[in-house]
Structures are given as structure tokens and as C-alpha cells.
């Protein structure tokens, strides 16, 4: 949607992935990095900053700029060398991760960390430091990058890398948007037989069996994931469906399906209307669908063979499946409490199961051990992801008694999901936050990054007495 102004460009109303909080911001879609300089200048003219976004798949308003300026970088989107032996490529920000795996799976590489959609680019994957099944064994995506090439404000255009300007680069990691525009990324990828999936399911009857369950599929388990049943109750609370996989050998496949094993063209089969009546997720036609799902799950492990598509990205397969939720649109709430914080995760699940919240998506998975990132979300512990109707009645005080059960535990939520955080909490569950403030005011000290994200809680530290200069401050290319 485009709306008037007094500038001579329109304005665009934007929205994160859940549809809520929407605002209008001055679009600028470059072809090549040389056009982000008209971006700097226009920021600095405003007053209002700059932003960059790629797919939009983040929930909340972290890639909206209200009266600013917002940088789809998605036409920054080619492959700029594959390095075949050392298992490398090096793109620009805007490549998606879809784009990505159609190119290199069919020659046997995969992206060592993805989320659960191939619809988010490379430069979004490094400011959100995105996280996938695999934390617990490979971390997050931040920890697979040997390089970024960074347009910041102040320095112009820098290369960095976790040994090569550390702080920036873990400061980027996870860092929102908020340090630069990445134009470049080196990635690591994984070797792969096949685009095929080895995967465990099994339904467990309780919340203390799943956490058994997945501590002891820490040491064997390359993928872990569990769905839960947030509507059950009593000794059914938490009860759920696990997932444990792994890439299969070429071995594993039968040997009429060898000679495609690298194929990999996943489809949107589906598509959500384009309107949909609020309501239709309610708690009945919630509990409804969990009740098929946990019964269709077998009660013993059984093994099967799955397309890595259909493992890791099954929403991929329906278009602006993000409408289900209605016209109010939802939230996603993402916590992660530490290990020997078990108590508080038991007590997420069980307030969300007794406010009756109708979460058609709730997931639990593990973590490992954190990176240097100062703003990273991931801690060695329990991640639990939360869908839930932007309607839904006392979801705002629901989700303040879970962020102080989060905070008090020593955890955190994931900003890139956020939409709602009080700001008090911020620097409780981020402690590091000065220090990425420190960092960042290098590199932009007259505030031309910002985001509605960071005006709201705020992630930017008080600045009196500095104002934008006109043009571009550091000029450097």
C-alpha cells in the first residue's frame, strides 16, 4: 500500500510477518550496492534513519522505519562465487536461502544452519542470527559466517569477519540492522549424500518426558524438534511429538530413487485466501487439530525417509500462510530459559495451557552454547516458540507473567520475534547490551540506523547534543 505525502516519493505501509503494528516508511529497492548511498543521504536529511529489510519474515516491526527509510535488499541477490572444495560461497545480502539451497543442493551442499523457512535472506539471517533444529550441535548462523562486507554510516564500507574486526562483526551478528547495511556474506555449507531426511517421530505423553527425551538425544541426534500440545492439561500437560533426524546417506535411499537424490524443488502446493474471518483459530479448532496431530504421531519411535523441504520448512508449502490468523494478525513469542531453568519452563507451558491460549504452533527445541554475539538469543538451554492470534482476549497480560517468568530465570526473548517487550526488561534479559551500544555508536554516532524496533523498547543508548550532519558522515567506500 502506498500512501500520500508532502515528499515526492510515497510513502509504503509495512508489516512484519504477524501483521501487526504496521507503518509507512520511504521504500528504496537497490540493484547494486553503489545505489545504498542515496539511502545514507536521504536518512540524514530526514531525521528519521534508515533501515535495512530483506523477505519481511521477521514477526515484529524490527525491518519498519516509520517516516524514514527502509532498504528492501533483495535486488542485491547474486551468487558471487561457490567455493566447491572449501565448501563456501560468497552472495550478496539479498539472496534468500531458498535461491541459495536450489543452487547448491543439486551439488551437494547445504546451508549449515537454517530456520524454519527458506524465505529469509542471507543479510537477514545475520542480523537476526537465525537458529534452526541443529543449535544444540552447530549453533547458530553468525557462528557459519567467515566474513561480512558491512556499508556503515561512519566508517563506510568495512569487511569483517570473527577474525578480522571481532567486535563489529559479532556486534552485526544478531545486531538487527542496527550496525550497517550488509551488502556481502561468505557462508559456510555442509556436505550432503542426498536432499533427503532420516527423521524419529514419536509422541510422548508429558512435559518431563519430552525434556528427558531430547537431553538424551543431545549427544546423538543431529536435528531435534518437538511440537506441544499448549491446550493439554493435568498429567498431559506438554504432551507432544518429537522429531529427531538426520541427513541421509545415499545408502539410505532405495535404489530407484539414487540417481535424484540431489534434486531439490520444493513446491507451494497451497495458499491461504487472501481474507480470512477472525476467529477461525479458536480454541476448539485448536485443540481439534492437536488432538489429530498427537494421535497420528506413533507411540514408539518409528523411522522415515522425508524431503529436507518438507522437514525443515514445511510452511513453505502455503502461500501467506501468515493470513490463517485473521485480520489482526498474531504474535510469535520465542523464549529461551538456561539449562537447570526446567522449572520455569514448566511453569510457560503450564500458565499458556490454563489461560486456555489457543497457539495452533507451539515449539520446543535445544540450544547449545551461545556465541560472542552481545545481542545473540540462543544460551545453552530450552527455546519454546509460541504462535497465538493477535486477538486472542488477556494475551497482553499472559505474555507480561511469561516475560518476568523469562527474566527471572536468567532468560531472555528473541527480538526478532518480539512485538510487545516491555522496555524495562531489555537490558535485564540483555545484559550485554552496552557493550553492543558501545560498538554501534562507533559506527553510526549521528543515529542513521533505526528501526521502530529500536525507537520502541529502545535499543539505541541516549545521545543528547549530537545531531545528523547533512550527506553521509565517513563518506569511505
Known amino acids: 500500500m502506498a500512501v500520500t505525502t508532502g ?16 507503518s509507512a516508511a520511504h521504500v528504496r529497492r537497490p540493484r547494486a550496492p553503489a545505489e545504498l548511498d542515496g539511502a545514507w543521504r536521504a536518512a540524514a536529511a ?9 523477505l519481511g519474515r521477521a514477526y515484529g516491526d524490527a525491518a519498519q522505519n516509520a517516516g524514514g527509510e527502509v532498504v528492501v535488499t533483495t535486488g542485491l541477490d547474486r551468487i558471487v562465487e561457490v567455493d566447491l572444495p572449501g565448501r563456501r560461497a560468497r552472495v550478496e545480502a539479498g539472496v534468500s536461502l531458498d535461491r541459495l539451497m536450489r543452487t547448491l543442493v543439486p551439488l551437494g551442499l547445504w546451508p549449515l544452519v537454517t530456520p524454519g523457512t527458506r524465505a529469509v535472506t542471507v543479510g537477514g539471517a545475520i542480523a537476526s542470527d537465525v537458529h534452526g533444529k541443529n543449535h544444540h550441535r552447530d549453533g547458530a548462523f553468525g557462528a557459519h559466517v567467515d566474513a561480512i562486507v558491512l556499508d556503515t554510516p561512519a566508517r563506510g564500507r568495512v569487511t569483517v569477519g570473527p577474525d578480522r574486526d571481532p567486535e563489529v562483526f559479532w556486534a552485526t551478528v544478531g545486531g538487527m540492522g542496527l550496525t550497517g547495511i550488509v551488502v556481502e556474506a561468505v557462508v559456510a555449507l555442509r556436505p550432503i549424500e542426498t536432499a533427503t531426511m532420516r527423521v524419529e517421530r514419536q509422541r510422548l505423553g508429558d512435559l ?20 506441544i500440545d499448549c491446550l493439554a492439561r493435568g498429567r498431559a500437560l506438554g504432551r507432544s511429538v518429537i522429531e529427531l533426524g538426520s541427513h541421509a546417506a545415499l545408502a539410505d535411499l532405495p535404489p530407484t530413487a539414487r540417481s535424484r537424490a540431489l534434486r531439490f524443488a520444493p513446491a507451494t502446493r497451497l495458499a491461504a485466501p487472501p481474507w480470512v474471518p477472525g476467529g ?10 492437536n488432538e489429530v496431530w498427537f494421535r497420528r504421531a506413533p507411540a514408539a519411535a518409528e523411522h522415515h525417509l522425508v524431503p529436507a ?27 529461551v530459559v538456561p539449562d537447570g531453568a526446567e522449572a520455569a519452563l ?31 538469543f540462543p544460551m545453552p538451554g530450552w527455546t519454546l516458540a509460541l504462535d497465538v492470534p493477535a486477538s486472542t482476549p488477556g494475551l497482553a497480560a499472559l505474555l507480561d507473567g511469561l516475560d518476568a517468568v523469562v527474566a527471572a530465570a536468567g532468560g531472555r526473548v528473541y527480538l526478532s520475534k518480539d512485538s510487545r517487550l516491555r522496555p524495562e526488561l531489555l537490558e535485564v534479559m540483555y545484559p550485554e547490551l552496552p557493550r553492543w551500544r558501545a560498538v554501534r555508536d562507533d559506527l553510526d554516532p ?27 558522515p565517513g563518506g569511505g567506500a
Open 208 to 227: 518431563d518426558a519430552l525434556m528427558a527425551r531430547m537431553v538424551e538425544a543431545d549427544a546423538d541426534a543431529h536435528y531435534s524438534v518437538a511440537w
Open 309 to 335: 523441504a518438507a522437514f525443515f520448512h514445511p510452511l513453505d508449502a502455503v502461500a501467506g500462510w501468515n493470513r490463517i490468523y485473521g485480520p489482526r494478525g498474531f504474535v510469535q513469542y520465542q523464549l
Open 446 to 472: 549521528d543515529r542513521l540506523l533505526c528501526s521502530d524496533l529500536a525507537r520502541r523498547l529502545p535499543l539505541l543508548a541516549p545521545h543528547p547534543g549530537h545531531a545528523p550532519q547533512p550527506g553521509r
Open 46 to 54: 530526514s531525521g528519521r534513519g534508515v533501515i535495512a529489510r530483506g
Open 346 to 376: 514448566s511453569a510457560a507451558v503450564e500458565a499458556v495451557s490454563s489461560a486456555r491460549c489457543a497457539s495452533f504452533l507451539a515449539v520446543l527445541k535445544r540450544f547449545g552454547p551461545a556465541d560472542p554475539a552481545p545481542l545473540g
Open 280 to 289: 477461525l483459530l479458536n480454541r476448539a479448532s485448536v485443540a481439534a487439530f
Open 7 to 22: 515528499d515526492d516519493r510515497p510513502l509504503e505501509v509495512l508489516t512484519g510477518w504477524g501483521r501487526t503494528a504496521p
